[in-house]
Every structure is written in structure tokens, then in C-alpha cells.
């Protein structure tokens, strides 16, 4: 599996709503379609406080885009 490189805004949002997974989590929002957001070493459930400190920012995120969850390989940069 490759990496790939994305510019997107992270955003913490409620997912899965009514379902036994719903949860607030970090979301990566790009023009062509969002992700959940997840390190490796972080919470795989619920909001990884790192991540949430970059709530409402643009970023450039390299990792693994699933079809679901987009698993960094790299700490997201900032870009705003």
C-alpha cells in the first residue's frame, strides 16, 4: 500500500450518528471527499487530543487513505 499526500481541514464532528459507533473523532476534509482522521499511536476510538488541537485548521496529512479512515504515516503539518 502506498502513501499518499492530501490537503485538507480538519474538523472534530459527531459520525456514525445512531449507529453503536457513533462518536465525536477528528474528520480531514478535502474538496474531493473526507476521512476519519487517525494516528497509529493514537485513541482508535473517539477524539485524539492532538489531533483536536488542530480543529478548523488546514493541513497537509500523508498516510494510508482507506475507504473510511485516512491513517498518517507522518505528524499533519499546519499550513494556516
Known amino acids: 500500500m502506498n502513501t499518499q499526500t492530501v490537503r485538507g481541514t480538519v ?3 459527531q459520525v456514525a450518528r ?5 462518536q465525536s473523532t477528528a474528520v ?6 473526507s476521512w ?3 494516528r497509529s499511536e493514537g485513541p482508535s476510538f473517539g477524539v ?3 489531533l483536536a ?3 478548523g485548521h ?3 496529512a500523508t498516510g494510508y487513505a482507506g475507504t473510511g479512515v485516512f491513517l ?3 505528524p499533519v503539518t499546519d499550513v494556516t
Request: aromatic letters at 0%.
Open 72 to 74: 498518517l504515516s507522518e
Open 36 to 38: 476519519l482522521l487517525r
Open 48 to 50: 485524539d487530543p492532538e
Open 58 to 60: 488546514e493541513v497537509t
Open 53 to 55: 488541537a488542530l480543529d
Open 18 to 22: 445512531g449507529s453503536k459507533a457513533e
Open 11 to 13: 474538523r472534530i464532528k
Open 28 to 33: 480531514l476534509i478535502t474538496p474531493e471527499r
